[in-house]
């Protein structure tokens, strides 16, 4: 079993936390297209009725709506059972570093509409410290040079992420370098610095519940963390 049927793997277990006859959050990313496919697939096999999703990005409202799954805007739910999303590190409380696929302002923000988040993830998501990953920020641009200057007092060397734009036009700083001790902590931090629109490290909008695909042997399981 490789990292991509990991991915698959976790895609069809998360189906478990998915609440017959609601609405659900929806994040963006690989492994959330192999929960959105295995989501499509279930549907069709068993009548499963879901009332709808919000989407954290262009790219899951067109593989949703392919599939015929309905998607509504942010604005038209009051709240959401379960959001469902990746993510690039996790670590043992459940905070993550995210936004590798660009999308972490509105994968926040539907987050924020969840009681549950329910993170996907192979095992090489799972770190001790987060920071390994570079860490992005959605900025806008006028502010880059002076955020890049932030980081580096934080000891992080930020870069522009070359000819991306976000889904809502913004721009994002990839920061090597960082040992995130306290997420909390720094998330509050830096979500301050104006000119940041959203920073990729989730610890407000920890996960409560992570499915992890992990190699046993040859074949692969599905360990689950709660926090
Ligand atoms: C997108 C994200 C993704 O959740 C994260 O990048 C993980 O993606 P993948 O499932 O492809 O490894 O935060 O902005």
């Known amino acids: 079993m490789n990292q991509d049927q990991l991915k698959h793997l976790v895609g069809r277990a998360a189906l478990d936390y998915v609440p017959a006859g609601q609405i659900i959050g929806v994040g963006t990313g690989s492994t959330v297209d192999c ?5 499509a697939a279930r549907i069709a096999e068993t009548g499963l009725a879901v009332a709808g999703a919000v989407s954290s990005s262009e790219r899951s409202t067109q593989r949703l709506q392919r599939h015929g799954i309905h998607v509504l805007d942010a ?7 379960v959001y469902i999303d990746g993510a690039d590190e996790i670590d043992g409380q459940g905070c993550m570093v995210k936004g590798g696929g660009a999308a972490l302002t509105r994968e926040k923000i539907v987050a924020d509409l969840a009681e549950r988040f329910v993170c996907i993830a192979d095992e090489s998501k799972l770190v001790q410290t987060l920071g390994a990953f570079p860490l992005p920020v959605e900025i806008i641009p006028m502010a880059a ?7 580096a007092a ?8 070359a000819g991306v734009l976000t889904d809502n036009g913004g721009h994002i700083l990839d920061v090597r370098g960082l040992s995130i001790t306290d997420p909390l902590a720094f ?8 000119g940041v629109v ?3 490290v989730f610890a ?3 996960a409560k519940v992570c499915l992890l ?9 599905v360990r689950t963390l709660t926090f």
């Not at 998330?187 to 610095?193: D, M, R």
């Open 145 to 151: 040079a002076q955020l890049t200057r932030r980081f």
């Open 35 to 39: 929960f959105i496919d295995a989501l």
């Open 187 to 194: 998330e509050t931090e830096v979500n301050q610095w104006p």
């Open 75 to 81: 604005g038209e739910v009051t709240g959401l059972g």
């Open 204 to 206: 407000r909008h920890r």
């Open 213 to 221: 695909g992990e190699m046993r042997g040859g074949a692969g399981g």
């Open 198 to 200: 959203t920073v990729g």
């Open 154 to 161: 934080l000891g992080g060397q930020a870069t522009l992420r």
